[in-house]
């Protein structure tokens, strides 16, 4: 590595070009796969899948089918990978260290733990909405008024846990979360009790 100060016009030049490539590369590398998610999870029957669930319905009122999003998403992350990959090169060619372990630190850190956070996320939501579905449809309790409130408190405490377990494993520290959301899920849990009471006295 040499200083900036050291180099000539076209040394600088050719720094700023590579890094310049390396973002045009990544951009490009992003809108592929993006194209390439887009088609091959419509083609897979994925869209119409993800519709089954809560977070995928919730996806769709938005305006995006579940290959939009996913791709968008993904292209997103090499882009910013690519623009931050782009600065620990300047930062290594222009022996400016902060700057080179800041950008490995943000990729290896922030982009990293944001991609175990939202698999871990999104895999959990799945699987606590097919459990919830599986509670409508009158698996575990028979009685049709009491299943919408239970149903939903499952679903509501166990979305929470999802989260705060995935944001751990994204690196995030949860303490303050997880204080947080003990009066909330007590809050929940008298509130579905109120409810659970109230049907049993219109019951009689």
């Not at 999870?41 to 119409?48: E, P, T, V």
């Not at 606590?128 to 509501?156: C, M």
């Amino acid at each position: 590595m040499c200083g900036a100060s050291d180099m000539d016009i076209w040394t600088y030049l050719f720094h700023v070009v590579a890094a310049v490539a390396v973002v045009a590369v990544g951009f490009v590398l992003g809108r592929v796969v993006k194209r390439l998610l887009e088609r091959g999870l419509a083609r897979l029957g994925f869209n119409d899948w993800f519709r089954n669930f809560n977070i995928g319905r919730a996806l769709l009122r938005s305006g995006y089918t579940a290959g939009e999003f996913f791709g968008s998403l993904t292209a997103w992350l090499i882009y910013i990978t690519s623009i931050l990959l782009a600065v620990a090169y300047l930062g290594f060619a222009f022996d400016s260290p902060w700057l080179y372990r800041w950008a490995l630190d943000m990729v290896n850190v922030y982009v990293y733990g944001f991609v175990k956070f939202f698999v871990i996320a999104l895999v959990g939501f799945i699987l606590v909405d097919g459990f919830v579905e599986y509670i409508y449809k009158g698996a575990i309790f028979r009685v049709e008024s009491v299943i919408g409130p239970v149903a939903e408190y499952i679903r509501i405490i166990l979305y929470l846990v999802v989260i705060t377990f995935a944001l751990e494993q994204g690196g995030i520290n949860v303490a303050t979360l997880s204080a947080m959301l003990t009066p909330i899920t007590w809050g929940l849990a008298v509130a579905v009790v109120a409810v659970l009471v109230l049907e049993a006295l219109k019951r009689k």
